[in-house]
């Protein structure tokens, strides 16, 4: 989503907060909300025209948005953990939402970073009272928009195969972010120069 009023670009990772993060940043129009939201896969991204511009997004415990989008994606809702790691959305809304990594989005091909900044959804305030310095605008409190209510911590999800599956298929976002399974806090990183 290009901000040009903050010379922000914000990359929407799905089920990481991301309608939070629009509505704290403000309407856009329907062309700004759509540009660059999926980061380096978007047909819009030039890395040269872009150069000058913050570039943000949020990421998300790989497991817990993992489990998110299990339950929130229509084609994937009713079936099993384990069948759904085994036979993910590979297109469109659903892949977006659920099994294209985080990764995906936020480096280029070459194992470059393509954003400056990095909010962790689990410190999500933080992040944002960062953001907003840097941008020079007032903090605010966070709305919290769209959580899922009767859903499963990932913890008790993930039995010792659907880890092991869910290891080999989000193998980039688990080394690139830092998370872990068994400390679902911050991720390793946070900012780039």
């Not at 909300?33 to 949020?58: C, F, M, P, S």
């Amino acid at each position: 989503m290009l901000y040009e009023d903050h010379n922000l670009v914000f990359i929407h990772q799905r089920k990481c907060a991301g309608s939070t993060a629009y509505k704290f940043l403000g309407p856009l129009s329907r062309e700004d909300k759509g540009k660059y939201q999926n980061g380096v896969t978007d047909k819009y991204w030039d890395e040269a025209a872009l150069a000058d511009r913050l570039k943000v997004a949020i990421v998300r415990n790989p497991w817990d948005r993992f489990v998110s989008g299990w339950k929130y994606c229509e084609s994937t809702k009713e079936n099993s953990l384990l069948e759904t790691l085994k036979n993910p959305p590979m297109e469109g809304h659903d892949y977006r939402h659920l099994t294209r990594s985080q990764v995906a989005a936020l480096k280029y091909p070459d194992g470059r970073w393509a954003v400056d900044m990095l909010i962790s959804f689990e410190d999500l305030q933080t992040g944002f009272d960062i953001l907003c310095d840097h941008l020079k605008i007032e903090k605010k409190q966070l709305p919290v928009i769209n959580a899922l209510k009767d859903r499963p911590t990932y913890q008790a999800a993930f039995g010792p195969e659907e880890q092991e599956v869910f290891a080999s298929l989000m193998a980039d976002d688990i080394e690139s972010l830092g998370y872990s399974f068994d400390k679902p806090g911050v991720p390793g990183i946070t900012m780039y120069p």
